[in-house]
Nanobody, 122 residues
């Protein structure tokens, strides 16, 4: 199983950024997926999740209304569209696979990928 996130960078407050996570080594379309982030010196924070079919989505309180999760099962890719970015969104973002048998919003993880750093600063 491999999960590789990319698309991070340095942006100004209020900007938009799109993250992608390419999955391989498993049948992507049959697994729920999630995004997490970890800011320097802080613990892991659940950001968003999407079910295997892509028709159910949920978000953490701090990002709801600003972030949108989506997936393209034909391309084995998970996305996170982030708008109106704030300095407090600065963190390493990574995607993770939800283990079978768990609801899509469960914070259980069996595989996580390498993250991509998002820095929001003026």
């Amino acid at each position: 199983v491999q999960l590789q996130a990319y698309g991070g960078g340095l942006v100004q407050p209020g900007a938009f950024l799109k993250l992608s996570c390419e999955a391989s080594g498993f049948t992507f379309s049959t697994y729920h997926m999630a995004w997490y982030r970890q800011a320097p010196g802080q613990g892991r924070e659940w950001v968003s999740a999407i079910n295997s079919g892509g028709n159910m989505k949920d978000y953490g309180v701090s990002v709801k209304g600003r972030f949108t999760v989506s997936r393209d099962n034909a391309k084995n890719t998970l996305y996170l569209h982030m708008s109106n970015l704030k300095p407090e969104d600065t963190a390493e973002y990574y995607c993770a696979r939800v283990p079978r048998g768990h609801y899509y919003t469960a914070t259980a993880v069996d595989y996580r990928g390498q993250g991509t750093l998002v820095t929001v600063s003026s």
